[in-house]
């Protein structure tokens, strides 16, 4: 029975960083509980709504913004539209006037400190990531909705269906990398190539082509932006930004006033095998300087794990002359699926399965990708992913401070590395011979994760976060 129907645009979703399950998620919960509110007919009746933050949530809540999201999303903002250098401006104004506009129409009192509360010590049980919202209402009554932030902008409400597409009738249905294999053979089509006939259940082509693109001129954006911008990042733990600092010295002291002008300049700094590392490095910590700086990123699958894709898609444009629309959206359907096929069989959360699920998916999307592009058989490109997650599975998710900061924007870098050289393993090798297929990882990545001591997993209680002697601010 097939789990889940999932589409390219629920792996790639435009949002606002630091974190996809501590700040898109909690943000589209916060306005999924307005409509209710909204549909219901109670909107001009709520005098006061307090939030309950439970379990990872709470621990990372300051760090991952939080706090932010769901305010910003009570307000009616979107984090697709909403401009990232009002995220600040408009938490202190809500702040000090204690007013707060409920989906951009209802104004109550509302005071951030009283209202917002972090239960630290407080979980539910079907998953780490849970936040409630309790509106009062004139009549004297209330209402209390709780929604789960499943990892990669997921949310399912409590007792609810969560965010669920109308059903369709999908010509190549997918729950395993098997199913995928299987499909691929019998057509003759390319992994991507099946994507895009699944696609056509829910959309046009022409319309699936546009959004694409748009996700990728979103990656594009964030990644030239973080190669240009200097400076401290938010949080207390006083990270500099590296990325600019790191594409001067490659590319020299010439400015380019865009992104096309950029990758030309970067093609021309040449080949060599130390010059495209530094350049892998500088595009992953670019995408998640601006994640953690409250930019706008794409998730891919998830925040955290924003840089992967984009760094690996870019040294595919620059170094493997892969720069055209076609070739771009082969690339992103193909990584789609593979992140479809982790989300059916294990998870894409951090708190959940621990930064393997993150960094780790990524790493198989994009090397399966990178793959398919650089001509791979489907064997191949199953393989690559394969390789990829097989060399991340255990690792933990240990923010420092609760920041996507440290190890997090590093582990980009390594993630992207470590994609390119399982794709070039898997070109390279017999996949008929190979001793571990895609779903066995897949399984063993659940069944590990399942085994992880939950400090390891998003609630900065293990690890590098404990062993890391820091004083931080309250944001």
Same mark, same amino acid.
């Given at each position: ?122 979980? +539910? !049980?079907?998953?780490? *990531?849970?936040?409630?919202?309790? &509106?009062? $209402? ?7 909705? #709780? %929604? ?84 401290? +990042? !938010?949080?207390?733990? *006083?990270?500099?930004?590296?990325? &600019?600092? $790191? ?7 010439? #400015? %380019? ?219």
């Amino acid at each position: 029975m097939q789990r889940e129907q999932l589409s390219v645009f629920d792996m790639f979703k435009i949002g606002i960083g630091p974190s996809s399950s501590h700040t898109l998620g909690p943000w589209r919960a916060a306005q999924q509980f307005v409509q209710v509110l909204e549909a219901q007919g109670l909107l001009p009746l709520v005098t006061q709504v307090k939030i309950l933050l439970y379990g990872s949530l709470a621990k990372t809540g300051h760090g991952h913004g939080t706090d932010i999201a769901v305010i910003l999303g009570l307000s009616g903002d979107d984090p697709v539209t909403f401009a990232v250098d009002n995220v600040v401006p408009k938490i202190n104004q809500i702040r000090e006037s204690h007013k707060l506009t409920l989906g951009g129409k209802q104004e109550i009192n509302f005071t951030i400190d009283a209202d917002l509360l972090f239960l630290y010590n407080e979980s +539910l !049980p079907f998953h780490p *990531n849970a936040v409630t919202f309790q &509106a009062l $209402l004139t009549t004297g009554k209330a209402l209390s909705e #709780t %929604y789960y932030s499943i990892g990669g902008g997921f949310v399912v409400q409590e007792g609810g269906a969560g965010q669920q597409k109308t059903e369709v009738d999908l010509p190549f249905p997918i729950d395993t990398a098997g199913d995928l294999l299987h499909w691929c053979l019998k057509t003759g089509l390319k992994v991507s190539e099946v994507v895009a006939e699944n696609e056509q259940a829910w959309r046009s082509e022409q319309d699936t082509r546009a959004g694409v693109l748009n996700i990728y001129h979103t990656m594009a954006e964030c990644m030239y932006r973080g190669s240009h911008e200097k400076g401290i +990042l !938010p949080g207390g733990l *006083n990270v500099a930004r590296r990325a &600019a600092n $790191l594409n001067k010295r490659l590319i020299g002291n010439n #400015t %380019y006033s865009n992104y096309n002008e950029w990758i030309e300049a970067i093609r021309k700094t040449g080949n060599g095998f130390q010059n495209i590392l530094d350049w892998v490095s500088c595009f992953a910590l670019a995408v998640n300087e601006e994640n953690a700086s409250f930019g706008r990123v794409v998730t891919a699958p998830t925040n955290g794990a924003a840089g992967v894709i984009p760094a690996v898609l870019q040294y595919f444009i620059v170094f493997c002359d892969g720069f055209s629309d076609k070739r771009i959206i082969q690339f992103l359907m193909t990584a789609s699926e593979i992140g479809c096929i982790f989300k059916k069989g294990a998870t894409i959360s951090a708190a959940m399965g621990g930064c393997q699920a993150e960094i780790g998916v990524s790493s198989a999307m994009a090397a399966a990708a990178l793959t398919e592009c650089l001509g791979g058989s489907q064997r191949q490109v199953l393989m690559a992913a394969e390789i990829a997650m097989e060399h991340h599975l255990g690792l933990t998710c240990d923010p420092i401070g609760g920041l996507v900061q440290v190890p997090c924007i590093e582990r980009n870098t390594m993630g992207a590395i470590k994609a390119i050289t399982a794709s070039q393993l898997a070109l390279q090798t017999n996949p008929d011979k190979a001793k571990v297929s895609l779903d066995a990882v897949v399984i063993t990545m659940w069944q590990t994760a399942q085994d992880m001591n939950s400090k390891y997993k998003e609630t900065a209680d293990g690890g590098l976060a404990i062993n890391i002697p820091l004083s931080l601010p309250e944001c």
